[in-house]
C-alpha cells in the first residue's frame, strides 16, 4: 500500500486530501495512468502532468522514479515565490 496525497488544485479536483492505494505500478509515470483510469475526475486533475511535481517520500522526484519502497506520493502544483 502507498499512501497518495493531494495538493492544493490537484486536491480540489480530485476531492480528497489523501488515501490508499494498492498498486502493481512500477513508477510514478504508471501510478498516473492507473489512477486516470478509476474516475474521471483523476483523468481531469492528471490531464497536464507537465503542470504538477510529484514527491516521493517527502522528496521532489521526477515521473518516471521507481515506486519500489516508496511508502508516500504527493501531488502538488509548481511553487512560486513571492
Request: hydrophobic share 45%; charged share 30%.
Amino acid at each position: 500500500m502507498i499512501d497518495v496525497m493531494y495538493f492544493a488544485w490537484v486536491r480540489e479536483r480530485i476531492g480528497i486530501p489523501k488515501e490508499q492505494i494498492q498498486t502493481d505500478a512500477t513508477t510514478v509515470a504508471e501510478l498516473v495512468e492507473e489512477l486516470k483510469t478509476r474516475e474521471e475526475r483523476y483523468e481531469v486533475a492528471f490531464a497536464d502532468t507537465s503542470a504538477l511535481r510529484v514527491a516521493l517520500d517527502q522528496e521532489l522526484a521526477e515521473f518516471d522514479s521507481p515506486l519500489q519502497g516508496v511508502r508516500e506520493v504527493a501531488f502538488f502544483p509548481p511553487m512560486t515565490g513571492g
